[in-house]
């Protein structure tokens, strides 16, 4: 009787476990602002917010994500779930306008590292251009998650079988050596 409830204890420590690590694998988020840069310095604390620029969020680990998002009527914008590991973080502005600071921003989030916050761009308005009917699409903060709670299910029901089969295996081989 009491092998079976050590075993039934390793089984149910092993199962929550590997419950808490699928859980844990969550993600971050990148957030910032486009302002325009009225003197062509690269710098835009005083700057008007821009709204509409495409911002694009490569993430530079094993799944290849593109996310594109839209700077919002404040000219912020934010991707509310990175997933872990390097991402590139770029504005990609329309013929109105050039970018005068940085225009690709490498961002790292980790567990320790999740947020990610201040990564800005500016932007000047370039001469002598026409605008070309473009509209403007509403900011969005949604992003595909690399691991759905589908996926994190199936994960854990497999590993659960997985540990029912062993049990089982192993409990008739004791009844088999009986």
Known sequence: MSKKVSIGLILALLLTLMATAVQAQSGGSIRGNVREDTNGDGKCTDGAAIVGMTIEFKSTHAEMVTVYLQ????GSYGLV???LGSWEVSAKPNSDYRITSAKTVPVFIDENQNLALGIDFCAQKT???TTTGTTVLPQSGGVIPT???AQALTLAALLGGMLFVTGAGLEYRRRQNL
Do not use: F, R
């Open 71 to 74: 700077s919002g009527s404040d």
């Open 147 to 149: 691991q759905s709670p």
């Open 127 to 129: 001469s002598g251009t």
């Open 81 to 83: 779930a990175a997933g």
